[in-house]
């Protein structure tokens, strides 16, 4: 089982950034991709970056040049969010799913990631 845990949301005017981190248990973790996802009151989650062990990266259109997704050696993810907009308001999710049989972050619809976060506010404000 893999536990994750969000870290950094808040509040910001528009413009402004937030980076959040998503610390990650599992012994090995360079098998794991990782995944960010978004859900605004009354909206589908959506998801928008996605990263797998080896550091390829995808992004949702909305968010693309605005956010970075990364992962460092300590079992973590990190999004890099600027620029932000009040439509990026929402609840901010990550996942993790095992990278093998040909699965890959590049997928990044919430059935690709078996594990989840308890997510983390982020509003944005006009």
């Known amino acids: 089982q893999v536990q994750l845990v969000e870290s950094g949301g808040g509040s910001v005017q528009a413009g402004g950034s937030l980076r959040l981190s998503c610390a990650f248990s599992?012994?090995?973790?360079?098998?794991?991709?990782i995944g960010w996802f978004r859900q605004a009151p009354g909206k589908e989650r959506e998801g928008v970056a996605g990263?797998?062990?080896?550091?390829?990266t995808t992004y949702a259109n909305s968010v693309k040049g605005r956010f970075t997704v990364s992962l460092d050696n300590a079992r973590r993810s990190h999004l890099q969010m600027n620029s932000l907009h009040p439509d990026d308001t929402g609840m901010y999710y990550c996942?993790?799913?095992?990278?093998?049989?040909?699965?890959?972050?590049?997928?990044?619809?919430?059935?690709?990631?078996?594990?989840w976060g308890q997510g983390t506010q982020v509003t944005v404000s006009s």
């Open positions: 996942a993790a799913g095992f990278w093998m049989l040909g699965r890959r972050a590049s997928d990044l619809s919430s059935s690709n990631f078996r594990f």
């Open positions: 990263i797998d062990p080896d550091g390829t």
């Open positions: 599992e012994t090995t973790y360079s098998r794991l991709y």
